[in-house]
T-cell receptor, first 110, second 115 residues
Framework: LAKTTQPISMDSYEGQEVNITCSHN???????ITWYQQFPSQGPRFIIQ???TKVTNEVASLFIPADRKSSTLSLPRVSLSDTAVYYC???????????FGTGTKLQVIP | DADVTQTPRNRITKTGKRIMLECSQT?????MYWYRQDPGLGLRLIYY???????NKGEISDGYSVSRQAQAKFSLSLESAIPNQTALYFC??????????????FGPGTRLTVL
């Protein structure tokens, strides 16, 4: 399983765009990049997944460069309710076992 | 109603006691997982099950056992609890027939304290 590296923590003011970058230098051809969000005292929640280029949904955007060795989760105009831990995972296609690292703790400031 | 439920939500027990944490799901998923979360260590996989007859050890299975009683139920047991098993425990499910990879759905967690 490919190892990921992401910042331990980030602070942002309300209304700003937040970009969290994840490095995954040894990503394999059949791996997908997946992000989960975990609010305090809750289980993680899937937010977005991509293989290459850009993916956007109602929660976030995911940017993946051509070499796929890194990815950036973008949260537009964050609010206080976006304060959470964000986990970047590299998940093999069709494979079940995943590894959650320690994630990035995002603190949104009023 | 929540799709993935865990009971109890909070439990305090003493060293040496046997304790069972239960997980039930109404999502119809075939795969179920147990994780523990400790401050600063992220989530670590204890056991996982791909179907009723399949049980697999995760990263940290020592001191734990599981039972998959039905597709919808997956229980985690601590045969003789010890203080370093104090943690937040999460159950998760996923569907092998959906999407290119496993997307996991987590329960609300059980906070276990072993004195």
């Amino acid at each position: 399983l490919a190892k990921t590296t992401q910042p331990i923590s980030m602070d942002s003011y309300e209304g700003q765009e937040v970009n969290i970058t994840c490095s995954h230098n040894n990503i394999a051809t059949n791996d997908y990049i997946t992000w989960y969000q975990q609010f305090p005292s809750q289980g993680p929640r899937f937010i977005i997944q991509g293989y290459k280029t850009k993916v956007t949904n109602e929660v976030a955007s995911l940017f993946i460069p051509a070499d796929r060795k890194s990815s950036t989760l973008s949260l537009p105009r964050v609010s206080l309710s976006d304060t959470a831990v964000y986990y970047c995972l590299v998940v093999p296609g069709g494979y079940q076992k995943v590894t959650f690292g320690t994630g990035t703790k995002l603190q949104v400031i009023p | 109603d929540a799709d993935v439920t865990q009971t109890p939500r909070n439990r305090i027990t003493k060293t040496g006691k046997r304790i069972m944490l239960e997980c039930s799901q109404t999502k119809g998923h075939d795969r179920m997982y147990w994780y523990r979360q400790d401050p600063g260590l992220g989530l670590r996989l204890i056991y996982y099950s791909f179907d009723v007859k399949d049980i697999n050890k995760g990263e940290i299975s020592d001191g734990y056992s599981v039972s998959r009683q039905a597709q919808a139920k997956f229980s985690l047991s601590l045969e003789s609890a010890i203080p370093n098993q104090t943690a937040l425990y999460f159950c998760a499910t996923s569907d092998s027939d959906r999407g290119p990879t496993d997307t996991q759905y987590f329960g609300p967690g059980t906070r276990l304290t072993v004195l």
